[in-house]
């Protein structure tokens, strides 16, 4: 089923109001889709999302059950993207982050009947592992990934709970797709969360210090959100990728780049010589530990829609500049 379907029933978002969800909210709505957002507004804001005749905004938790049973009752199909956003929210409130992935995730599987289910996982399921890329065929080792939560059930044993969910049902007939974001980035993506590429890029802005948790030689693969979501959409296009014996895809963009020449990528588009400083990795998140590579192997989403062309982390970063030159001044955020 694609996105330009229309059998009839609305589409229902959860996370819609957040920075990757309502930018997939505005991509159903231009398909010509009824879309509902079911968002408890936590770091999501309705003013993410477009005044649209065919857009329906519901304030509530995925926690709440009556209130996904209401949203999902005529839906034609579920995008689950709800959860907890960001490593110091996801780190505060690890309870709440584990809970929001696992409950939220039963929630939406029974709400939503028969109808198709795409499960936002995250590339947090792969935990402490050193191994990068990341692959999907490789399961994660679930003591690894309480490790990397820092001894107790949070957001990434939360997430692999939530994939196991999404699995089980897809092996009992159900129409489930899950999908392991990494790093996704763009225009629009909110600092408050401790983000890190609009962190930079606040920072930047502003005159003041980068703020580097460990060395800065620790990789990640940033993937363009627009990018990203149309890679999403064709994946949910693709009919073999639901019939997979295991529908379960890595998807953003397979490059790596260092935390250290993200910042000075950031001070160069930004023309601003600001000053770094490290931080000790424990001493900003005491008990956990950093992961030193985290890159998705794209061979499973290669294979299934060809080969993919992803911005190069230059361009995304001058893009984010750019817009953030271009928008209204946002109160600075204390600089802890």
């Known amino acids: 089923m694609s996105a330009a379907a229309t059998d009839g029933g609305a589409v229902l978002v959860t996370g819609g109001a957040g920075f990757l969800g309502s930018q997939l909210v505005a991509r159903l709505l231009a398909a010509g889709r009824r879309v509902v957002v079911l968002d408890d507004l936590s770091t ?79 590339s947090a399921v792969y935990g402490l592992s050193h191994a990068d890329p990341a692959r999907e065929d490789v399961p994660p080792d679930p003591a690894d990934v309480l490790a990397y939560d820092g001894g107790r059930p949070g957001y990434a044993c939360g997430k692999l709970a939530m994939e196991s969910l999404g699995l089980a049902a897809a092996a009992e007939g159900r129409r489930v ?8 980035v763009g225009r629009g993506q909110s600092a408050a969360y401790g983000m890190v590429l609009p962190t930079f890029v606040e920072r930047a802005l502003t005159g003041r210090e980068l703020i580097i948790h460990g060395d800065g030689r620790q990789t990640r693969a940033f993937s363009d959100s627009s990018t990203f979501l149309d890679a999403l959409l064709a994946l949910h296009a693709s009919k073999a990728a639901w ?94």
């Open 44 to 122: 999501g804001l309705a003013a993410n999302l477009p005044r649209h005749p065919a857009l329906q905004l519901r304030e509530a938790s995925v926690l709440d059950a009556a209130a996904v049973a209401d949203a999902a009752r005529g839906a034609s199909e579920v995008w689950h993207l709800a959860s907890v956003v960001g490593m110091q929210r996801a780190t505060q409130l690890a309870e709440h982050a584990h809970r929001v992935a696992v409950e939220g995730t039963r929630h939406v599987l029974r709400a939503s009947g028969e109808a198709p289910v795409v499960l936002f996982s995250s």
């Open 177 to 184: 797709l899950v999908v392991r974001p990494f790093n996704v």
């Open 243 to 336: 019939r997979a014996p295991q529908p379960l895809f890595n998807l953003g963009s397979p490059v790596a780049t260092s935390v250290l020449q993200l910042a000075q990528l950031v001070r160069e588009a930004c023309g601003a010589e600001v000053p770094l400083r490290f931080v000790p990795y424990a001493e900003a998140y005491p008990g956990r530990r950093d992961v030193p590579a985290r890159s998705p192997d794209p061979a499973r989403l290669r294979a299934a829609l060809g080969e993919l062309s992803w911005p190069d982390i230059a361009d995304i970063v001058r893009g984010v500049v750019a817009a953030e030159c271009a928008a209204p001044a946002a109160p600075i955020l204390p600089s802890g």
